[in-house]
Structures are given as C-alpha cells and as structure tokens.
C-alpha cells in the first residue's frame, strides 16, 4: 500500500513562488499515476495536477494550468509541485494521491491513497 508524505507547504506573498513535495513510500512508486489536489475551507477538493508513470503526460485545472508545474524524480521516489506567480485564491490545504494505473483521471474518486496534506497560505 501506497504510502504519501507532503511537504514544502508554508505562507507567502502574493506572487511569490513555492516547491511542494510528495515522497512516496519505497517499492509503490513506478506503478502509480501521480496527483496534486487542494482543499480550500468550505470547497470541494479540486484537481490541480497529475503526472504519468513514466512522466511523459501531464494534465492541470483550469485555474493553475499556467503558473504550476509538476514534475517526478523517480530516483528519489518523489513528485513535486512547482507553483509560480501565487495567488490568494490558491490558499488551500494540498493533497499528494497515487492511482493505481497509467492514465490520468481529474477525479479524486478515481485516487486509490492520500497523503494528510500541507497548508499552503498565500496573504499580503
């Protein structure tokens, strides 16, 4: 079983920019679909990014698309989550997932693990 640990979560300025990290538990990682999703108080979790096995398809929200990046280091057994040009609607609790397959889903159903979250506050 899938075991996620975030971290990199923290508070900053408007237009600042923060690394999140997802390291995954040794001996799970090749086999999963990556995800990056965030959670603001009193809204759905939503979809921010996923990454393939292989690192070859990524997918973004709508809202994010253009100013994060996500990335694997399978060497290291971790997914990160670049984020640029940070806004305050970007204030959200981040979730690392793994699906256990090789394509690509928006829907956090579809996420078979979970790691507990890192608090991300963007404030001036």
């Known amino acids: 079983q899938a075991q996620l640990a975030e971290s990199g979560g923290g508070s900053v300025k408007p237009g600042d920019s923060l690394k999140l990290s997802c390291e995954v538990a040794?001996?799970?990682?090749?086999?999963?679909?990556m995800g990056w999703f965030r959670q603001a108080p009193g809204k759905e979790r939503e979809f921010v990014a996923a990454?393939?096995?292989?690192?070859?398809?990524?997918e973004y929200g709508e809202s994010v698309k253009d100013r994060f990046g996500i990335s694997r280091d399978n060497t290291k057994e971790a997914v990160h989550l670049q984020m640029v040009h940070l806004r305050p609607e970007d204030t959200a609790v981040y979730y690392c997932?793994?699906?256990?397959?090789?394509?690509?889903?928006?829907?956090?159903?579809?996420?078979?693990?979970w790691g507990q979250g890192t608090q991300v506050t963007v404030s001036s």
């Open positions: 997932a793994a699906r256990r397959t090789y394509s690509i889903s928006r829907s956090r159903q579809d996420y078979d693990y």
């Open positions: 040794p001996g799970t990682y090749d086999a999963y679909v």
């Open positions: 990454i393939t096995w292989g690192g070859g398809s990524a």
